[in-house]
């Protein structure tokens, strides 16, 4: 069983940033792919990013990509969104996200969810 919890959300301005956290309970945090997912009120839940277990390889959704980075810690079971240049339509209910299999944009592909951290961002 994995636990994650998300954290490191908040109100911030048009331009500034916020780095999100996921710390995860497991033995076997390194092999676990790791997925930042986000979502709005009546719609779906969409891709934000994803790291590999090795975290060698990083994916992003285009509507993100060059403003956010993803990384992880895998000696502190710990994954990292780092979120800069903020924009209205980033704010959405984040959520950290892992599986013990490859890389996915859909949120069907993994298993375990954290409880998600609001981030808004005001014009």
């Known amino acids: 069983q994995v636990q994650l919890v998300e954290s490191g959300g908040g109100l911030v301005q048009a331009g500034g940033s916020l780095r999100l956290s996921c710390a995860a309970s497991a033995r076997t945090f390194r092999s676990l792919t790791m997925g930042w997912f986000r979502q709005v009120p009546g719609k779906e839940r969409e891709f934000v990013s994803a790291?590999?277990?090795?975290?060698?390889?990083?994916y992003y959704s285009d509507s993100v990509k060059g403003r956010f980075t993803i990384s992880r810690e895998n000696a502190e079971n710990m994954g990292y969104l780092q979120m800069n240049s903020l924009i209205p339509e980033d704010t959405a209910v984040y959520y950290c996200?892992?599986?013990?299999?490859?890389?996915?944009?859909?949120?069907?592909?993994?298993?375990?969810w954290g409880q998600g951290t609001q981030v808004t961002v005001s014009s």
């Open positions: 996200a892992a599986d013990y299999g490859m890389v996915r944009a859909s949120p069907l592909a993994y298993e375990y």
């Open positions: 790291i590999t277990w090795i975290g060698g390889s990083t």
